[in-house]
């Protein structure tokens, strides 16, 4: 094959989210169920998110007004629930997979 078939090749895979790419991403660790919203007017947004993920709902990261799904490193999820962090991961259309997270740093 010509290299023009291979860009070819390669800018399609990469416009239509086949291949993933390792992205760090700020936000907040949320459940699929509430996303941004969390509906518990008595509950604190990270008590409803443990409580959530508690009954079967995925870990979500919410980030600029868009929620991933997010695999893998489920304690560390359970952690960092309702906290704002900077989580790195493979992103792939609306799912990440998680591959490292910490607390998001305050701005001066």
Known sequence: ?????????????????VVAAEQTLTGVVSDSRCGAKHGMANMSDRDCTQMCTARGAPYVLVSDGKI????NRAADLKTHAGHTVNLTGDVKGDTIRVAKIEMATRPK
Request: proline residues 0%; aromatic residues 10%.
């Open 68 to 71: 991933y799904k997010l695999t």
């Open 1 to 17: 094959m010509n290299v023009m078939v291979w860009i070819a090749i390669i800018a399609t895979l990469c416009g239509s989210g």
